[in-house]
């Protein structure tokens, strides 16, 4: 299945080079990139299935159907939303509504390689699913939006595709339901009604659906445009708190909601933590450059 | 014994270790403060073999507490190293340059519980078997479970990134942590992650778990906890051949089948806990493979039935189903005390803790056996086999003349071996002083100036545990030794 990934490693760091502004671009189903800016395209395609491993290697630029479909002869999938790509996806990290069940998105990277500021080709974290080998900067580039480095190749970790899995809708109260059913991978509420997924034998599937007396529904609500992240416990107030529609991820605190969130202060110590990570690894400022992470003060 | 010497035995003088001692009493109560030769001494090392030296010792009790030494140790430039239970056994806890003891053992609360959301705020001498002790009765569990977990704490398992047997399914340590309260090595309060899943900016909770007490100090840590399963199946399975047990491991995966937990003991290893238990154990079997499956009761059970499908055709030979909790505890004890067992054998030994690719382990394990037997060493298997995670365990009796020797030729070799098969150095014991100079066998020069940038962001004036993970610049040049085939 070799795409030949190390060569285009190689191409991508020439091309991400060490001097001037540079940007990187996907699909653009996150934002793409900096307008005005160079942009460079990182490597895709899939280089192995490890089954047995449950670990998959891949460009940064291949897409998340390529992914899946490469997945899917081996009964396997990732915890990664199911579109633009999975450098995309990384560099925003934001978890799809299976996050309850399945974990948050940042915990599907074993290792990752990345082309630094210095255009050079630096490896983080290692293939193996279990690695405390030196510190995580796997961590550190989920999410970073790529302004630390551009995602080049990635070694993911896979979980077997469900047997069986089914949305479920209630009018009963979500934290209940978080109560009594054992690790649903969703639980979704608008303030009203509850949708539920659950997977797993089909058999234990039904059984909790009946118990816990819910119906069967095609699949979950449509999700408002904008996304908030709150703690788990603020989001039974969302309904007297906050005008506009929302379906929240109980359990979870993500809120995609119909009006923008409020922008959130941070303290200082992280706010020159941020500076100082950032002068570490891209001292220039070349790296998607006017991207900021956290509110300026 | 010290095992490796490469520490700075001595870096302050008298004079400034007294005043180093009298500016701490200033700010603590005087029995917080210990600087008494015979208590300093006790802290020179943790559960490894590796010794250093420490200028006195703080037990701190509170946030404040942390701080107050943490500004003095930068008032004073002295290094500092903060200790939860000492079970560390990678020297991460082991003072060097004579740094401050920061003792968090009396930091021991848990200090709120949120059973409907599932989180809990604890402080970092909060033993980890105590925590999940304390909220069993709400259904709810601290996933990480090391061998030592009736007696390592939380932060400790945040510094090191622990796993343990029931990390299989779940993850280690960092995907159970929402939020770190930290001192970070200028004496500032941050907290790094939160409640909330997707905080503003880099995942810097993420990235300071694991970082082996390089990057501050944790003072509240914000665990996730999990739900007890309301099913759970406890299979042990014995083998005459160790490929054989090991190959079904790869099988039972690739199959889509998930166990909370899939652990190997070889021969010896059986019989040294068999003597010390009595459990039943299959002692004339080449291995035996102990697999917990958890769940709703239909899936449970329809794992179990393939996972004997599976087994019967890698030629198992007992399959023993735990028939109730009292059975399942006996068999997990088994595992668990193996370490203890084996001072029947001989009185000392060393754990390893390498991980390699799971449909290797048949090979590695045999390159195991076929070193110790080179350097004339018993070694025993006791491991999370589900995720290639070994501890060849080598025994010995230090008296012995030359064995300490042949016991790191051995340990190195093994360490290698595993790299070199597209492994890791560490799953789970960390870097620490012990594995520092074998880091160029995992990563290149541009890698570990990666490490060491973030490094230097957190604690731009290395007082924070130095001395650990990074090799100095000087060795990092070392990387001709690479062997041939290693992931790089």
Known sequence: ?????????????????????????????????????????????????????????????????????????????????????????????????????????????LQARYVSAAGAVVKAGGPTVKNVSGFDLCRLLVGSRGTLGFL?????????RPIAEQWFTSERDPWALLGELYRPTSVLWNGTTTWVLLDGHPADVEQRATASGMSSVSGPPDLPEHRWSLSPDRLRSLVVERPGAFIAEIGVGIVHHEFPCVPRDTDQPIRDLHHRIKHEFDPTGRLNPGVALVAPA | MTVDAAVDPSAMNDGAVADLVA?????????????????????????????????????????????????????????????????????????????????????????????????????????????????????????????????????????????????????????HIHAVEVVLPDGTLAVLGGEDPEPDGYDLRGVFVGSEGMF?????????????????????????????????????????????????????????????????????QAAALLIEVVGLPVG???????????????????????????????????????????????????????????????????RVYEIAARHELLVLNVFHAGDGNLHPLLVYDAREPGVVERVHAAGDEIVRVSVAAGGVLSGEHGIGLEKRELMPLMFSDVDLAAQADLRRAFDPARLSNPDKVLPSPARCGDVHSVPEGAWI
């Open chain 1, 1 to 109: 299945m070799s795409v030949g990934l190390d060569d285009a490693v190689e191409r991508f760091a020439d091309a991400v080079g060490g001097e001037g502004p540079v940007t990187i671009s996907g699909t653009g189903t996150r934002g793409g990139p900096v307008p005005g800016v160079r942009a460079v395209v990182a490597p895709a395609g899939v280089e192995w299935v490890q089954a047995a491993e449950m670990t998959m290697r891949c460009g940064a630029a291949t897409t998340m159907g390529a992914v899946d479909a490469a997945l899917a002869e081996f009964g396997q999938c990732v915890a990664i939303p199911d579109f633009g790509t999975i450098g995309g996806a990384l560099a925003i990290g934001q978890s799809s509504v299976r996050r309850l069940g399945w974990g948050p998105v940042r915990d599907t990277v």
């Open chain 1, 152 to 160: 080049a190749d990635v070694i993911l970790r896979t979980r077997p």
């Open chain 2, 23 to 175: 500016r701490l009493r200033a700010q603590l109560r005087p029995d917080q403060v210990r600087d008494a030769v015979a208590e300093v001494n006790l802290y020179r090392r943790d559960a490894s073999n590796i010794e250093g030296h420490a200028s006195v010792v703080c037990f701190a009790e509170s946030t404040a507490d942390v701080q107050a030494i943490i500004r003095i140790a930068n008032e004073c430039s002295v290094p500092f190293v903060a200790r939860g239970s000492g079970t560390g056994l990678a020297g991460g806890a082991v003072p060097t340059r004579d740094a401050i003891v920061i003792s968090t053992s009396k930091m021991n609360r848990i200090l709120s519980v949120d059973p409907v959301n599932r989180l809990a705020w604890v402080e970092p001498g909060v033993l980890n078997l105590d925590l999940s002790k304390q909220i069993a009765h709400l259904g709810v569990h601290f996933a990480p479970d090391p061998s030592s977990q009736q007696t390592c704490s939380i932060g400790g398992n945040v510094a090191n990134n622990s796993g343990g047997p029931h990390c299989l399914a779940d993850g280690v340590t960092n995907a």
């Open chain 2, 216 to 284: 501050g100090v944790a003072t509240r840590i914000c665990v996730k906890l999990m739900q007890n399963p309301p099913t759970v199946a406890t299979v042990l399975l014995d083998f005459a051949s160790v490929a054989d047990g090991a190959q079904l491991v790869s099988d039972i995966i690739a199959d889509g089948i998930v166990p909370a937990a899939v652990e190997m003991m070889d021969q010896l290893c059986l019989q040294a806990v068999e003597a010390f238990i009595h459990a039943g154990l299959p002692v004339d």
């Open chain 2, 300 to 366: 449970v059970a329809a794992q179990i039935d393939r996972i004997r499908e599976l087994a019967a055709a890698r030629n198992v030979g007992g399959f023993r189903v735990a028939a109730d909790d009292a059975e399942r505890a006996l068999l997990w004890k088994g595992r668990k005390s193996a370490f203890g067992a084996i001072a029947r054998i001989k009185p000392n030994y060393y754990l390893h803790d390498t991980v390699v690719p799971r449909h290797r382990l048949p090979e590695v394990l045999d």
